[in-house]
């Protein structure tokens, strides 16, 4: 009997989920896969959008990729004297850096908001898509998830990723490279957290995560971070405070998570060139994922 051809992995996984076979150095798209080297991408220069940047977690975010020579769009809904003085407060790191107000579920003025980003500074590397809602509701108050408030969360949290995205994605392939980081939650990776809603708009930010890896590959690089409790937040400032003592008390390390370690992960994961569609958690040790 003649011995079966050996399948390469690739083959071997389109078989098994009944999917065509990718061939060796050629993307899901079909295009060619460029080459890639060991070396981090040199991040001096590169122009980052980040939604929700007067935020909590989102200053200390623009101040990271700051430091690494970024320049930065600090992209506001609401707050335009505090999104304006976090700009000017980076550019103590010898960066250039502007505010931008946007409502990230209008599709118009998203696509304004990368239309200006180029204007202003001629390029778009890196989107950090940080902007977000919740509100404590109890998952068993069914009442009180009111169409309203499932709408504006979706909306804000999932919708609005998915439209930064498809708006920046064009630019960043025609420019060759480029990287998108999602900010979800620990929520997203089971039933827990400040509603039913802020749960299922974070999975589902984890999982568009994975299908716009998918969509922009190779050129862009698309992952996720997803936090525990962050003290310190407006997010979290929503947030009953027996849900915020619980949440310390549930990690083994007995605190919240630290904003500096999550936007220190934003920060490598921006300078990766080769991890695309995972989600890193970083919650002091209270989900194993």
């Not at 499932?150 to 990287?179: C, E, F, H, Q, Y």
């Not at 849900?243 to 390390?253: D, E, I, N, T």
Request: charged share 20%; glycine share 8%; hydrophobic share 40%.
């Amino acid at each position: 009997m003649a011995a079966s051809p050996v399948q390469s992995p690739a083959s071997a996984i389109a078989t098994a989920t009944c999917l065509p076979a990718i061939p060796p150095g050629f993307t899901a798209s079909g295009t060619a896969r460029p080459e890639r080297h060991e070396e981090k991408m040199d991040l001096k220069g590169k122009v980052a959008v980040v939604t929700g940047g007067n935020g909590g977690l989102g200053q200390r975010i623009c101040h990271a990729l700051a430091r690494e020579g970024c320049h930065i769009a600090v992209v506001y809904a609401q707050s335009k004297d505090q999104a304006a003085s976090v700009a000017r407060d980076l550019e103590k790191h010898q960066v250039a850096a502007a505010a931008f107000a946007c409502d990230v579920t209008q599709r118009d003025q998203v696509q304004r908001l990368v239309d200006d980003v180029v204007k202003r500074f001629g390029r778009l590397d890196i989107l950090i898509n940080d902007a977000a809602y919740n509100k404590s509701i109890p998952f068993t108050d069914l009442d009180g998830l009111t169409y309203e408030e499932w709408t504006k969360i979706i909306d804000i949290n999932l919708t609005g990723p998915m439209l930064l995205t498809k708006a920046v994605g064009p630019v960043m392939k025609r420019g060759g490279s480029g990287r998108i980081v999602n900010i979800s939650s620990v929520a997203g990776l089971g039933p827990t957290g400040s509603s039913i809603a802020y749960a299922v708009s974070k999975a589902g930010l984890i999982h568009l995560t994975k299908c716009m890896a998918v969509a922009l590959a190779p050129e862009v690089l698309v992952n996720c971070v997803a936090p525990g409790l962050l003290e310190g937040t407006r997010a979290t400032a929503n947030l009953r405070p027996e849900v915020v003592a619980k949440g310390r008390q549930a990690s083994l390390l007995g605190t919240a998570a630290d904003k500096d370690d999550c936007a220190d992960q934003v920060v490598t994961m921006c300078r990766t060139n080769t991890m695309t569609g995972q989600t890193i958690v970083i919650d002091a040790g209270r989900t194993f994922h």
